[in-house]
């Protein structure tokens, strides 16, 4: 994978790119946002790690001009642990996922390398479609009722794994592990963020709302009753 770093701690940025180099990823480092930002527009890598604390241009910036240019780079936050609502915001910002510092090195190349995946491992189909809801997998575009909706690589993958079996219900912890491949540290409250990001671009305009929380059990995508 093509990784970005976006990191102004120096020796962790170092650490970084060593470890993930290792695993035969091609890395580049930016310490600060404003050439970070460039690099990302410019060269389109596949993975964005993304510190949110830095000097100049800041995180939550950075990622907030990356989906504005539509950039299809996953990204990856960096934050430190005790940080929950900037964590928080970057997700809402469309973050696919975060990793709280202090971090193993064997923890973070498991988080990128999990995100490096394309998606869902099985596609049975590739094209899916729930109502006017259509979804081509092979091209990872969405559409509603004709109109494109622009998804963030992990809104995709979300979207992707409800739409695969409509009217199944899944649980905040099922999706959790589906996209992001986590079966540790799972944490309820991203799937939450996830769902309201999806809702705001596939049902807000549209009726009748397809993405259903089930109470106590979880989400589902169908026509409601
Ligand atoms: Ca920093």
């Not at 973050?95 to 998606?119: H, I, N, T």
């Not at 993405?211 to 995508?221: K, N, P």
Request: charge should be positive.
């Amino acid at each position: 994978m093509r990784i970005l770093v976006i990191e102004d701690e120096r020796q962790l940025a170092g650490h970084i790119t060593r470890a993930l180099a290792r695993r035969g990823h091609c890395l580049a480092t930016h310490f600060n946002g404003e050439d970070g930002l460039k690099a990302a527009l410019a060269e389109s890598p596949d993975l964005i790690l993304l510190d949110l604390n830095l000097p100049g241009l800041d995180g939550l910036s950075v990622l907030g001009r990356l989906r504005e240019e539509k950039s299809a780079a996953r990204v990856l936050i960096l934050t430190a642990r005790s940080e929950v609502e900037h964590r928080i915001k970057g997700l809402q910002a469309g973050a696919d996922d975060y990793l709280g510092k202090p971090f193993s090195m064997d923890e973070l190349v498991a988080r990128v390398e999990a995100l490096g995946r394309r998606g869902i491992t099985s596609t049975p189909s590739d094209w899916l479609k729930v109502a006017d809801l259509q979804m081509d997998v092979r091209h990872r575009r969405v559409a509603r009722a004709g109109k494109p909706i622009a998804l963030s690589p992990r809104e995709f993958d979300v979207l992707q794994v409800l739409m695969q079996e409509p009217g199944r219900p899944f649980s905040r912890t099922e999706l959790c592990e589906r996209v992001w491949q986590r079966d540790h540290e799972y944490d309820t409250r991203t799937v939450e963020i996830f769902i309201t990001r999806l809702r705001k671009k596939v049902d807000s305009t549209f009726t009748p709302a397809l993405i259903q929380t089930l109470r106590g059990v979880g989400y589902t995508i169908r026509i409601g009753e």
